[in-house]
């Protein structure tokens, strides 16, 4: 495809996203919680919805592989309503970066890449909220992620977790403690999709015991991220983990405690397949 063309279909899936965007916003789901619906009709009121922002295409170095595009306007059709919470806080940091911006793989051409990548994986059946989901193993590149739930998640997220898993080791983790990841239902999320995770701690080869956000996660006073220099080893260790993965890009969002009190005690991660605003806070 020429340069031209692979623009005229950026533009079409565009049109496509944005009347996706007008149908949501004029009917908004109305089982939520009227607490919730309220801050998040405040929040869309001063900071737009998910697609208000600059936008999030084009997406990825080369050309897009069969049906990709339209894989994105489906996801963009969930989440185009959904309220811009992270223009909320001043101090976040934006990248846009359209080489390092995945598109959603096609459910079979995913198992294959998982399977290339030596990850260890099952398909379950149908799971709500979730497009082409997967099981994953317990150890992902030497990582053991450790869950109270199965490590259900939507398969390009497991190709993710396959990235930071390398990346992790990298940096000395052999264990990963999650919080959460598939939230069926839940409003506003990628959890909802399972295309996000949050991690509660994060064990190292060099300490024998878990390395816990709670108390050992340090914040700036001037609410800087990987710009700043904790004073601690352990925080040094956890701002070292989640930067790197902001780095490599391997998720689209990064959210440490910098970003809100409901984060205080966990790094949230996820991926925005199709968006090429990656985030930081
Ligand atoms: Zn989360």
Redesign the pocket.
């Known amino acids: 495809m020429t340069a031209a063309g692979r623009d005229a279909v950026h533009r079409s899936a565009a049109a496509r996203i944005a009347a996706a965007l007008l149908a949501l916003t004029a009917a908004p789901p109305a089982s939520h919680a009227a607490n919730k619906e309220d801050v998040a009709r405040q929040v869309i009121a001063t900071h737009g919805t998910y697609l208000d922002s600059a936008a999030p295409m084009p997406c990825g170095a080369g050309e897009p592989a069969e049906g990709a595009l339209a894989r994105v306007g489906e996801l963009f059709a969930k989440v185009a309503a959904w309220p811009n919470f992270r223009a909320v806080y001043p101090m976040g940091t934006w990248a846009k970066d359209v080489a390092a911006c995945r598109l959603p793989a096609a459910p079979d051409a995913c198992a294959q890449l998982l399977a290339q990548a030596g990850v260890a994986f099952t398909t379950p059946a149908a799971v709500p909220g979730i497009e082409a989901p997967v099981e994953l193993g317990a150890t992902v590149g030497g990582v053991r992620f450790v869950s109270s739930a199965p490590l259900v998640m939507a398969c390009d997220l497991a190709l993710a977790l396959a990235r930071a898993a390398e990346v992790m080791a990298a940096a000395g983790v052999e264990k990963v403690g999650v919080l ?1 990841l598939h939230r069926p239902g839940a409003a506003y ?1 990628f ?1 909802s999709l399972g295309l ?3 991690v509660q701690w994060v064990k190292a080869k060099k300490w024998g015991a878990p390395v816990w956000l709670a108390g050992s996660f340090e914040q700036d006073p001037k609410e800087r991220t990987c710009e700043y220099k904790p004073a601690t080893p352990k925080g040094r260790f956890l701002m070292d983990v989640a930067c790197a993965l902001w780095g490599a890009k391997v998720f689209t969002t990064v ?1 440490t405690p910098n970003y809100n009190k409901a ?1 205080a005690n ?1 790094f ?1 991660f ?1 991926l925005r397949t199709g968006d090429n605003r990656f985030y930081l806070r």
Do not use: E, G, L
């Open positions: 959460s999320t959890h996000a995770m949050d959210i984060h966990h949230h996820d």
